[in-house]
């Protein structure tokens, strides 16, 4: 059974052997996870989301046509689960500074240099929360998860050029929000 792509086993699971969800679990878990945990810093919520994939995934298995890679139907389920979590509890991809503060170590024990590294990493953070959740994505696809572009345009559904024009236009507004940073 490893040995049937993706496609294969989904469509097993579309024509009713739901066992074959399990092996597809195995594949995307730590994919969906980094996903979810690029974005909300939570490692039981994001674990939470790849559930809330896998149980879309069963539910719209019969929507599931194969003529395109499972992997790009599975990324727009799962943003679709993101943009559906956050609409819901009415926030952005972010959390307050405090709590993201205390997954870092102690401050006494960071020479000074990684507490330089830790400010620079707390105004990047600071900056991309006040991006819109679709610039703030496109980052993070790119520079944080090292995608190349023609998979970002897969994942959300354009064209490599059209992604590049928006990491363009998101990393012009992360130095607009840096510069209004510097003012203040």
Not at 33 to 49: C, P, T, V
Not at 73 to 99: G, P
Not at 128 to 156: A, C, F, Q, T
């Amino acid at each position: 059974m490893n040995a049937l792509s993706d496609n294969q086993l989904m469509q097993e699971v579309r024509d009713g052997k739901l066992d074959h969800l399990n092996l597809l679990f195995e594949r995307y878990h730590r994919m969906l996870f980094s996903f979810f945990y690029n974005r909300n810093q939570d490692i039981h919520l994001s674990e939470d989301l790849v559930q809330n994939v896998f149980v879309r995934v069963l539910k719209y298995r019969h929507r599931f046509r194969g003529d395109g890679e499972f992997k790009h139907w599975l990324f727009h389920i799962a943003r679709n689960v993101s943009s559906d979590h956050y609409r819901k509890k009415k926030v952005r991809y972010s959390e307050s500074i405090d709590d993201w503060k205390d997954q870092i170590t102690d401050d006494h024990h960071i020479p000074s240099e990684s507490m330089i590294q830790k400010e620079q990493m707390k105004q990047l953070k600071t900056a991309l929360d006040r991006l819109d959740p679709e610039k703030r994505e496109v980052l993070m696809l790119s520079k944080l998860e090292g995608l190349r572009y023609k998979e970002i345009g897969e994942r959300l559904g354009c064209s490599e050029g059209a992604v590049k024009v928006k990491v363009y236009r998101a990393l012009k507004a992360l130095k607009q929000v840096y510069k209004q940073m510097d003012n203040k």
